[in-house]
T-cell receptor, first 110, second 112 residues
């Protein structure tokens, strides 16, 4: 039972354009959401988070949007840069633990 | 320079042998976690510990064991009972429940 889903395994975006990564969840008890970035053979690094009481959080080039009624969140990266090429995981916190999605591999095309 | 150290980076074992993966943190975090990453399955929680001498099973604890004798250390033992032990194992820590996890760089375990 996959409670956090990232339905796009991969995404390619031109450098300078906007990258939009999507994530859906099923558990209405989730109250805190995070995005992590992961390079091969390394641990994930935290990017940005959002509490369920907000619908938007922005940090530099990264913005996370939360639509609670649709149980959907998205990560926008503007403008996309070559160093953004990585696997992105969304994660949701509930029941004292963090549940991760399956990841989306983002490739930025120069 | 604070962080989480996982060792070794690569580990090879024969089937039927137990193996222990090391995780040490100097961030003074109370909570520590073990995740497993398999292709196409994201990160799955094996065990977690919120304080010393206490730990709880995650979603896929069967075939694994942990200990938390010191705040800084949370070793994971992959036992011979684990059916598919070959994977990338990640250790993480955090201040408390709603603070982002800090991850180590992982240990890739290969069992043949």
């Amino acid at each position: 039972d996959q409670q956090v889903k990232q339905n796009s395994p991969s995404l390619s975006v031109q450098e300078g354009r906007i990258s939009i990564l999507n994530c859906d969840y099923t558990n209405s008890m989730f109250d805190y959401f995070l995005w992590y970035k992961k390079y091969p053979a390394e641990g994930p690094t935290f990017l940005i988070s959002i509490s369920s009481i907000k619908d938007k959080n922005e940090d530099g080039r990264f913005t996370v949007f939360l639509n609670k009624s649709a149980k959907h969140l998205s990560l926008h990266i503007v403008p996309s840069q070559p160093g953004d090429s990585a696997v992105y995981f969304c994660a949701a916190f509930g029941n004292e633990k963090l549940t991760f999605g399956t990841g989306t591999r983002l490739t930025i095309i120069p | 320079d604070g962080g989480i150290t996982q060792s070794p980076k690569y580990l090879f074992r024969k089937e039927g042998q137990n193996v222990t993966l090391s995780c040490e943190q100097n961030l003074n975090h109370d909570a520590m976690y073990w995740y497993r990453q398999d292709p196409g399955q994201g990160l799955r929680l094996i065990y977690y510990s919120q304080i010393v001498n206490d730990f709880q099973k995650g979603d896929i604890a069967e075939g694994y064991s942990v200990s938390r004798e010191k705040k800084e250390s949370f070793p994971l033992t992959v036992t011979s009972a684990q059916k598919n032990p070959t994977a990338f194992y990640l250790c993480a820590s955090s201040w408390d429940r709603q603070k982002p996890l800090h991850f180590g760089n992982g240990t890739r375990l290969t069992v043949t």
